[in-house]
């Protein structure tokens, strides 16, 4: 069965500076696919990131960029230059069987002025 | 472009009252469907997820139920409403066959009281 583990509850960056989110997680498979998805106060789930597995490269979208470690199963979130629109929770998701995510509990981030 | 559409964003029921809530996605054919639920300060769980018409999977045993009648349409239904039913329901769809993300609705809030 595949596990995703988000082991920090609540983080929190001063605006302009780098936060990295963490997680782990579990699969038996050898192809899948790695998410994550911001959802601010609105309640709408935003993808903000996409890495597949067999994909060497770390995925990149703007500010938002991942550490995809395959062997050690991790897959950190890095926001650089952290605004204050990027306060949410933020949830890491995997999915291995190609019919539906799986997501950890989630990690709530606060950007401070 | 695709997009999706859940209504009600908000819902109050009585304890013991039916449920009916609706998602339709535009813009593609033959999508994955899922609903997920988000109970206050925990991950999101997959409820059931569709492949195709009438192709209901359940993940959760409850008193809950889906139903797809028609290729871009998914319901989530309760004959009698409990008070753990309470929390945030979202809606997702995702491509055709193996699925490689997936785009939410902007979610349900139900309150059973």
């Known amino acids: 069965a595949q596990t995703v583990t988000q082991s920090q509850p609540e983080m929190s960056v001063q605006e302009a500076e780098t936060v990295t989110l963490s997680c782990t997680y579990d699969?038996?498979?050898?192809?899948?696919?790695l998410f994550w998805y911001k959802q601010p106060p609105s309640r709408q789930m935003i993808l903000v990131i996409r890495?597949?597995?067999?994909?060497?490269q770390n995925a990149t979208e703007n500010r938002f960029s991942v550490n995809f470690q395959k062997a050690a199963k991790s897959f950190s979130l890095k926001i650089s230059d952290s605004q204050l629109g990027d306060t949410a929770m933020y949830f890491c998701a995997l999915t291995d069987s190609g019919y539906a995510l799986n997501f950890g509990k989630g990690t709530s981030l606060l950007v401070t002025p | 472009s695709q997009t999706i559409h859940q209504w009600p964003a908000t819902l109050v029921q009585p304890v013991g009252s039916p449920l009916s809530l609706e998602c339709t996605v535009e813009g593609t054919s033959n999508p994955n469907l899922y609903w997920y639920r988000q109970a206050a300060g925990r991950g999101l769980q997959l409820l059931f997820y569709s492949v195709g018409i009438g192709q209901i999977s359940s993940e959760v045993p409850q008193n809950l139920s889906a139903s797809r009648p028609q290729d871009r349409q998914f319901i989530l239904s309760s004959k009698k409403l409990l008070l753990s039913d309470s929390g945030f329901y979202l809606c997702?769809?995702?491509?055709?066959?193996?699925?490689?993300?997936?785009?939410f609705g902007q979610g349900t809030r139900l309150t059973v009281v």
């Open positions: 997702a769809w995702g491509g055709d066959k193996v699925l490689t993300e997936a785009f």
């Open positions: 699969t038996s498979e050898s192809n899948y696919y």
């Open positions: 890495q597949e597995a067999y994909k060497q």
